[in-house]
């Protein structure tokens, strides 16, 4: 072997090592308490909330909206919460990495009673999905449920924004 091919192999090989691990960090789990907590964490901020499941096609069509939204307004937060259980993280993680969104504040329901989260979030809330929460910076919201056009959450952002 020689040094370069060596020195390729290490460099490819200290890449997926660091990946790999930086994917495990990602995700948060939703429990009881956890709405509150975005809420207190993300005080006097404008900031979506897209509620998904890796069981959803509309969710996935959602995603790719979700990415473009992203790329348009770079400074506005954006956090995804994945209504899946615990054991569906590595599906989640593979998701929100092919739509370019591993990087975003990401949760996943934890082993609480899924209806109990639900109804935290929103006692209105049936759980149709997607459910995308647009918070003003006074944390006035507005929910909407379907997948939405690009179009939608332009005109949502417009009436978040300061």
Not at 39 to 47: C, G, K, T, V
Request: contains cysteine; hydrophobic residues 35%; charged residues 20%.
């Amino acid at each position: 072997m020689t040094f370069q091919t060596a020195l390729k192999a290490l460099l490819i090989s200290v890449l997926l090592t660091s990946n790999s691990q930086a994917q495990e960090h990602f995700i948060k789990t939703f429990n009881s308490g956890s709405y509150q907590q975005l809420l207190r964490e993300n005080a006097a901020q404008p900031f979506v909330l897209a509620i998904w499941s890796v069981d959803c096609p509309s969710c996935i069509k959602d995603m790719s909206v979700l990415s473009q939204v992203r790329q348009n307004h770079p400074d506005l937060k954006i956090i995804t919460l994945s209504t899946d259980e615990p054991s569906a993280t590595p599906e989640v993680k593979n998701i929100l990495a092919r739509h370019a969104l591993n990087d975003l504040e990401n949760w996943v329901f934890g082993s609480d009673d899924a209806q109990k989260l639900r109804y935290e979030i929103d006692p209105g809330w049936y759980g149709e999905l997607p459910r995308t929460y647009f918070f003003s910076s006074e944390h006035s919201r507005t929910g909407k449920s379907g997948a939405l056009k690009i179009e939608e959450f332009e005109a949502q952002l417009n009436t978040i924004k300061p």
